[in-house]
């Protein structure tokens, strides 16, 4: 059943949750709740052109919202929607019906992009085919997604993207997974040995994947997930310390302020980094992918100011497991991370320093 009404989603999932032990790592709850409520298929309509994608705030919304939960969910939840919007974009009428049946039917999808020690690997087979080798790390959702996109470099560097049945959980490692935060992700280990696929699996063309403003740029996505936890750290601080009449000393008046400063101004970046990727064209597309890069970079270091202010604020007792900032500041501090920021520093500011006229 589809819904429009986003509060009745978000409260069901923290009842939901309430009801979960701290140890509890499983998302098929959480993952249900969405299915019930026909949040899988809120976005897995065709992909509408730049002039007609102005609309980016529902999505933008729900990923804030589920991040203000559980981030593993807001996580699985963003995978989800990156692979069905890429199928929309670039496959085959065949391939997105392949997509909407596996959503009509509760499936999920994601995009695994990190290859293991051994890469991901496709040699001939008959009829077009190909055999796979070789392993994705970090896949979200392993174990409990139905389809997956998996990016590929062959040995001349271009990249293609082929759309698999990832539903064999023999071939899943989910033991590999050992972070300390972002448990509920099941982001482990998928082999792809021996796999047959045939051309129908080819999505796009060579390429396709890394265009922009929808790769690079595309990293609002996380960076609204990741902004929901901020809100949600800030929130809660704010909330523990007026209950308890703490908020009148100046040094905690000060932590709350400085909260929101940080998460405010993450808050101006991401949502003006997906309202520049979801429309950009032309010679906007450089800005808004270099924009898109450094909003994630605001966010991280929002993330990790609140973090400290929380900690600082509320005490050891917010180190218990069970306290809602304890499991938040574990996978938020966890899922900020990310390959190589100084080269996205680097890289981005050149392009915005031609935009300056510099």
Known sequence: MAINDLTVVQAEL???????????????PLVAVLRRHGALARFAG?????AAREDWRPLFDWLVALGGIDLSLARLFEGHVNAVQLVSRYGTEAQRARVRNCVEAGGMLGVWGADGAEPVRLAPASKGGFRLSGAKR??????????A?????ESDGRMLLLLLDVDAPERVGAGDWDMRGMRRSRSGTYRFDGLCAGPEALVGEPEDYRREPFFV???????????????AIVRLMAGELAAAGRDAHPLQMARIGQAIIAARGARLWVEDAAGRVETATGEAVAAAVALSAYGRLVT???AMTVIDLAERALGLGSFALG???EALSRDLAVYIRQA???????????????????
């Open 14 to 28: 923290r009842a939901v949750l309430a009801g979960l032990p701290a140890s509890d790592d499983d998302p098929a």
């Open 46 to 50: 065709p992909v509408p052109d730049a």
């Open 138 to 147: 970090y896949a979200s959702g392993a174990g409990l997604l139905r389809l």
């Open 149 to 153: 996109l998996v990016p590929i470099t």
């Open 217 to 231: 740029g595309g990293i609002w996505r996380c960076a609204a997930a990741q902004l929901g936890a901020v809100e």
């Open 300 to 302: 991280e270091t929002a």
């Open 323 to 325: 306290h809602p900032v």
């Open 340 to 358: 190589n920021p100084d080269a996205v520093l680097l890289q981005h500011g050149r392009v915005l320093m031609r935009e300056l006229g510099a």
